[in-house]
T-cell receptor, first 117, second 111 residues
Framework: GAVVSQHPSWVICKSGTSVKIECRSL??????MFWYRQFPKQSLMLMAT?????????EQGVEKDKFLINHASLTLSTLTVTSAHPEDSSFYIC?????????????FGPGTRLTVL | SQQGEEDPQALSIQEGENATMNCSYK?????LQWYRQNSGRGLVHLIL?????REKHSGRLRVTLDTSKKSSSLLITASRAADTASYFC???????????FGSGTRLQVQP
């Protein structure tokens, strides 16, 4: 099966600091990765689509300067929450779309819980 | 934005009973998927039903799809305490590469 990992699985930081979350596809190449955010007892909301070698596409209402996305290789995408504030505390989940696979299939990472104090 | 709504938002049943969750979506789809999420954990893919299918089974799961009503249902038979989780439907909008999730149903199975 296709495995996607995230690191760290949880992080606690002080307000004003930046936090980087990594998303890796372990056994396949992913031309496209997606970043979702989930607040408690709510659904997953797409934040942005990350394309290898090009700029990410952000959903309406998501600040691209606050949530920096880098997709430097076919197996790694990073999300950096800059100048984090308590309202950024959330569960961040990435997913990866497998390169060359016909049709639509996404594989999800286990998520990263961010708590901003 | 969310693709659609799920109901009920929350469901509490006794072990052994059946649980039914409904999902409505707004646009044409190629397939619809159901996921489970244990509290604070990642997603587990349960089942995918294609737009030309009306019903699909997997173990204790039964999924139906009614494209004329733009709705789907997930039935869990003979529920167990371990089925306690949130359940989400998800699908692709036309022209969208990312899955869009429904609002979810929180299922509590009492032992």
């Amino acid at each position: 099966g296709a495995v996607v990992s995230q690191h760290p699985s949880w992080v606690i930081c002080k307000s004003g600091t930046s936090v980087k979350i990594e998303c890796r596809s372990l056994d396949f190449q992913a031309t496209t990765m997606f970043w979702y955010r989930q607040f408690p007892k709510q659904s997953l909301m797409l934040m942005a689509t990350s394309n290898e070698g090009s700029k990410a596409t952000y959903e309406q209402g998501v600040e691209k300067d606050k949530f920096l996305i880098n997709h430097a290789s076919l197996t790694l995408s990073t999300l950096t929450v800059t100048s984090a504030h308590p309202e950024d505390s959330s569960f961040y989940i990435c997913s990866a779309r497998r390169r060359g696979l016909a049709g639509n299939e996404q594989f999800f990472g286990p998520g990263t819980r961010l708590t901003v104090l | 934005s969310q693709q659609g709504e799920e109901d009920p938002q929350a469901l509490s049943i006794q072990e052994g009973e059946n649980a039914t969750m409904n999902c409505s979506y707004k646009t044409s789809i190629n397939n619809l998927q159901w996921y489970r999420q244990n509290s604070g954990r990642g997603l587990v893919h349960l089942i995918l039903i294609r737009s030309n299918e009306r019903e699909k089974h997997s173990g204790r799961l039964r999924v139906t799809l009614d494209t004329s009503k733009k709705s789907s249902s997930l039935l869990i038979t003979a529920s167990r305490a371990a089925d306690t989780a949130s359940y989400f439907c998800a699908s692709y909008y036309t022209g969208r590469r990312a899955l869009t999730f429904g609002s979810g149903t929180r299922l509590q199975v009492q032992p």
